[in-house]
């Protein structure tokens, strides 16, 4: 998931919830349908958050994973004979 599509996505969700509670409870304060509405709506962008973090902790890990292998030659980017290893 990409930063602008999470950010759209929470302003998605803000309208979303803003409009449910707007919506349902002026007209008809004891219906409890609207609360099982937010709180699907709320359960649906927690579960998007949780997939969020876990992509971005693995790509820290992924990073991380990469530098450890390679700090060797972050440390000393040159060969022996002077060329640069990093670049083909």
Known sequence: MKAKEYV???SAYRDDRVSIELGR???RVNVHDFFRALDDLDWR????MRQA???TRGHYAAI???VTKNWQ???DPRDDDGGNVLVN
């Open 64 to 66: 991380h994973d990469h």
């Open 8 to 10: 759209d996505g929470m």
């Open 45 to 48: 962008q927690f579960d998007l």
């Open 25 to 27: 409870t002026l007209p």
């Open 73 to 75: 030659i972050i440390l």
């Open 53 to 55: 973090i876990v992509a």
